[in-house]
T-cell receptor, first 107, second 117 residues
Framework: KNEVEQSPQNLTAQEGEFITINCSYS?????LHWLQQHPGGGIVSLFM???GKKKHGRLIATINIQEKHSSLHITASHPRDSAVYIC?????????FGAGTRLTVKP | DGGITQSPKYLFRKEGQNVTLSCEQN?????MYWYRQDPGQGLRLIYY???????QKGDIAEGYSVSREKKESFPLTVTSAQKNPTAFYLC????????????????FGPGTRLTVL
């Protein structure tokens, strides 16, 4: 079993839909990253959070440390949101990554 | 602008050849990392280095080697002993943000896609 599990693996949505991507982890962590990877491969950090909830524009990330679970929500999704979204957990020495969720938003 | 540079973006090599992937950062980050990504899998740690002249094996170090002679540079050599070298390779760096050693700020390079023919 992977230390970081994401669901769903693939997600297709219509423009304007509300998106939720889930992440569960089995290791102790200090914080959790949500990352965005575009087709060229480059990775951008969207959020780093260790408790509660963060919002940036149409993106919202929540984390429940007790349940070892985090969610990434996208409101009013747009085709430019199409990317792979990766959950990553921070330990003392490195970061452990989920396999990613491939999101496709159709116009 | 500070950041991490990986070059080249795409690299092609013949089977049996060693190849070195570069990673340079000007963020003054103390720790640097190499990850490998295969289709449908999460990024996996190859090697990491927390200080100059020191590095540690990650989960999949076999067939790879690294050096950390300078704080800014952490090159990765993919040797002929690596059975399946074709993959996307990501370099990252981090620095402690406060007194808590678990609190680190991370940056990611653009990655290098290596194809072995």
């Amino acid at each position: 079993k992977n230390e970081v599990e994401q669901s769903p693996q693939n997600l297709t949505a219509q423009e304007g839909e509300f998106i939720t991507i889930n992440c569960s982890y089995s290791v102790g962590i200090s914080a959790l990253h949500w990352l965005q990877q575009h087709p060229g491969g480059g990775i951008v950090s969207l959020f780093m959070l260790s408790s509660g909830k963060k919002k940036h524009g149409r993106l919202i990330a929540t984390i429940n440390i007790q349940e070892k679970h985090s969610s990434l929500h996208i409101t009013a999704s747009h085709p430019r949101d199409s990317a792979v979204y990766i959950c990553a957990v921070l330990g003392p020495n490195d970061m452990r990554f989920g396999a990613g969720t491939r999101l496709t938003v159709k116009p | 602008d500070g950041g991490i540079t990986q070059s080249p973006k795409y690299l092609f090599r013949k089977e049996g050849q060693n190849v070195t992937l570069s990673c340079e950062q000007n963020l003054n980050h103390d720790a640097m990392y190499w990850y490998r990504q295969d289709p449908g899998q999460g990024l996996r740690l190859i090697y990491y280095s927390q200080i100059v002249n020191d590095f540690q094996k990650g989960d999949i170090a076999e067939g790879y080697s690294v050096s950390r002679e300078k704080k800014e540079s952490f090159p990765l050599t993919v040797t002929s002993a690596q059975k399946n070298p074709t993959a996307f390779y990501l370099c990252a760096s981090s620095i402690e943000r406060g007194t808590d050693r678990w609190t680190r700020s991370w940056s990611f390079g653009p990655g290098t896609r290596l194809t072995v023919l």
